[in-house]
């Protein structure tokens, strides 16, 4: 086979390289190996069906009748029809396997919320919805059901719409709620002003995934002058409400650990079988002590669901306060676990 548009079959080469086979046999039997993985295989994602004319497919020893996988972009990677979890590339796949990442606030993500002209920057703790679509990407497929039990204003709805899934928040402050309820009618219905900690008392369907970031104990209630002073100036909230209901506004560390913890431990009877469990959260300072949050949540939902693994999250564009000096140790914590749990 002469012309390369025509090939339907790509293998690895001697440098691991992707690349077309050109022989016609091989081509052939690619052919109809593609029209009976199209007609039998229910696994395909969508956006392959939707350009089938463009999928070739993808065996690394150029195996047509054994192929069990298929590419539109050698580049991509390819996508392995067996592959129940997600619709990611075995590249793609295992770029996200990495146990730590680095990554900080996007302008375009912060713009995105402005241009709402809803109050979003209220909120003094959020996260970034494309960092959260990579999680929702890794962890589910398309129309997958995702629930945040600590909605914010709904970042996590935000790459839920992104990602082509099905979004569920739960808060409790009415002003956040507001906010995401005007932010994303399609998942009007599912929308709670509510006490994750009653979770259980809500008509709630079975989720494929959670990913959510509690409140860090009552960190805000205790940071810094600085960062009060910049955001009541602008007007903007220090913290999340005064509601005792707030697991924000707890002041003892083991009260508010049993309380965190039983919002995943009644999540867990809403979780399909398999399903994973995120959770963002970091060890905290209080007095010059400190407490091992990440850790000890951790080590007790590990008594429910399997801890599968932890995966660093850094922020590497954060000044640097001078805590300490010049007569003691004290980090500048830069760092978040994300917690990946498991129903099994
Ligand atoms: C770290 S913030 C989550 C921010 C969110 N990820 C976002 O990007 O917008 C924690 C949220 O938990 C909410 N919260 C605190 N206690 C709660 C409770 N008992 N039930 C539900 N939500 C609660 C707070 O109001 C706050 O919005």
């Known amino acids: 086979m002469s012309d ?26 690619a052919r109809k190996r593609l029209d009976f993985l199209r007609i039998s295989c229910k696994n395909i994602p969508e956006f392959f069906l939707n350009q089938w004319d463009h999928v070739k ?3 690394p020893k150029a195996d047509p009748e054994n192929a ?5 972009e050698p580049e991509q990677g390819a996508f392995d029809i067996d592959n129940t979890l997600n619709e990611l590339s075995g590249k793609e796949w295992t770029k996200f396997t990495c146990s730590w990442f680095i990554f900080n606030a996007l302008p375009s ?9 809803l109050s979003t920057e209220d909120h003094p703790a959020t996260f970034s919805p494309t960092m959260v679509s990579d999680f929702i990407s890794f962890f589910t497929k398309s129309g997958a059901r995702v629930i945040d039990p600590f909605a914010g ?3 996590t709805l935000e790459a839920c719409k992104r990602t082509n899934r099905i ?7 009415k002003k956040y709620y507001d906010i995401i309820k005007q932010r994303f009618p399609e998942f009007d219905n599912n929308i709670y002003n509510h006490d994750s900690t009653k979770l259980d008392s809500l008509d709630l369907p079975l989720f494929d995934f959670s990913i959510s970031s509690p409140p860090y104990w009552d960190i805000l209630n205790r940071s810094t002058d600085g960062f009060k002073k910049q955001r009541t100036t602008k007007g903007l909230d220090v913290n999340y409400s005064e509601l005792d209901a707030d697991l924000g506004n707890i002041d003892n560390y083991d009260v508010f650990l049993d ?4 919002v995943y431990q009644k999540l867990y009877n809403f979780m399909k079988q398999g399903a994973y469990v995120v959770i963002i959260v970091k060890n905290v300072k209080k007095n010059g002590v400190m407490y091992p949050l990440a850790w000890d949540i951790a080590k007790k939902l590990s008594q429910l669901y399997v801890l599968k693994d932890e995966k660093i999250w850094i922020q590497d564009k954060v000044g640097l306060s001078p805590y300490g000096y010049p007569k003691a140790w004290a980090a500048n914590i830069l760092h978040h676990y994300c917690l990946v749990l498991r129903k099994e």
């Open 4 to 29: 390369k548009s025509g090939v339907l079959l790509y293998y690895k080469d001697s440098k691991r390289k992707i690349v077309p086979c050109l022989d016609v046999v091989k081509n052939d039997l």
């Open 259 to 262: 309380k965190v913890c039983a």
């Open 68 to 72: 069990s996988a298929i590419l539109l």
């Open 109 to 117: 993500d912060l713009k995105q919320e402005k241009l709402l002209n």
């Open 153 to 155: 204003i709904g970042s």
């Open 57 to 59: 497919l993808y065996s």
């Open 167 to 173: 979004g569920y928040a739960i808060e409790l402050n």
